[in-house]
């Protein structure tokens, strides 16, 4: 009697789910970027510049922000020739600046984008890097500098973007973690604290700005084939190459397009390629409720990730001690 009380009760609870489930696959509808201006940080390179041309193309104006002024010029005209070949009318600008630098300056930076280019109505947080190296070897220098440009740079502006779009009542917020930042990888030890920090922040904030018609977006992306990824590659060690290599090489085209489309709708996940479908699915967690398919991928798909997750771990390992091997027996050798 109470078992039978049980399965009815979960089978109206499913059904409910997927009742709501459908109705918000037709009812939610995907925002546009026609005339609304867009500020990306890390946009002169990269997964950044790939998503400037993809919303250049929307016909968004757009600001970009990076360090490099060289970098910064050569992308303002490429994103000014792709805007114009589409037929779109955004303008592009460019802001020298260090994200993880002197607050005044990002929040003044803020100021002069909107004067110009009218309020900005999606933040893409894309401004990282990267250095992979065994964990003691890390400097505390280089150690800061990673949470400082991953993390806080991250905050500061988006602090400084938010009071702007919570008086618009509009806007979308969008934060570049990693599938590093999902899962340890051997070598990521600061990265992966850096970018899996972004995630917890990017779920609180979600729940704040969501009264203000404000949505918030984490992009994960997988090994990208970009300039900042070339330069990682240099110091990387052997077995962060295997580790990460399973899940494969991206185009930072295909990242940035996935980046633009899972933000218009909401989504408080994107991702590419089967790995990432994988790891975000399983991890979460308490994370928002923002559509309906990815919901119903993480309930009916956890368990059976877990399972293959159990898979790469151990292969994982044996990479790990392999290499750890190799080292001892050439030092012996020696
Ligand atoms: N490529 C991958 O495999 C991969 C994988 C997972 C996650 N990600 C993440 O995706 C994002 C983009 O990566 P990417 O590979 O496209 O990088 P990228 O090619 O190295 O481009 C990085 C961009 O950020 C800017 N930048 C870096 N530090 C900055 C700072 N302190 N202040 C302002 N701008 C700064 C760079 O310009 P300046 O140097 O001139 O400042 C450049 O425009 C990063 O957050 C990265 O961690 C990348
Ligand atoms: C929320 O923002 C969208 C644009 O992002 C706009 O079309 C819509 O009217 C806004 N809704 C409310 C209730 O302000
Ligand atoms: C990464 O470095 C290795 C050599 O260590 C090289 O064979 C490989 O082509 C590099 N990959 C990229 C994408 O630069």
Redesign the pocket.
């Known amino acids: 009697m109470e078992l039978c009380c049980l399965v009815e009760y979960l089978a109206i609870f499913m059904g409910i789910g997927l009742l709501g489930a459908a109705v918000s696959i037709f009812t939610k509808k995907k ?1 546009d970027l026609n005339g609304k201006h867009v500020l990306i940080t890390g946009g002169s390179s990269g997964i950044g510049l790939g998503v400037a041309h993809d919303v250049a193309r929307r016909g968004a104006s757009v600001t970009l922000v990076a360090r490099n002024v060289a970098n910064l010029e050569k992308a303002l005209e490429d994103v000014r020739s792709t805007a114009s070949k589409a037929g779109a009318g955004g303008k592009v600008q460019t802001f020298s600046a260090d994200i993880s630098g002197d607050p005044e300056k990002i929040a003044s930076l803020v100021k002069d984008a909107e004067s110009s280019q009218g309020p900005i ?1 999606m933040l893409v947080n894309c401004a990282g890097f990267s250095r992979a190296m065994k964990f003691e070897d890390i400097s505390p220098q280089l150690a800061k500098q990673m949470m400082d440009v991953n993390f806080m740079g991250s905050v500061i502006i988006t602090q400084e973007v938010v009071r702007s779009m919570k008086q618009q ?4 917020i969008v934060f570049t973690s990693s599938l590093g930042g999902l899962l340890g990888i051997y070598g990521f030890t600061l990265y992966t604290a850096a970018k899996g920090a972004l995630v917890k922040l990017a779920e609180a904030l979600c729940q704040e700005v969501k009264p203000y ?1 404000i949505t918030v977006t984490v992009c994960y992306p997988p090994d990208t084939d970009t300039p900042g990824f070339e330069e990682e590659n240099k110091t990387k060690p052997v077995e962060t190459k295997l580790i990460s290599e399973s899940a494969g090489l991206f185009k930072a085209d295909e990242v940035a397009h996935k980046l633009v489309e899972d933000a218009l709708r909401g989504s408080f996940c994107s991702t590419t390629g089967f790995e990432g479908f994988m790891l975000t699915t399983l991890c979460a967690g308490m994370g928002p409720i923002t559509d309906a398919a990815s919901f119903l991928a993480q309930v009916f798909l956890t368990g059976l990730f877990r399972s293959i997750s159990a898979f790469y771990l151990w292969s994982f390992d044996r990479i790990v001690y392999q290499e750890h091997q190799k080292r001892l027996a050439s030092k012996k050798s020696e």
């Open positions: 925002r109505y009542q509009e806007g979308i018609n």
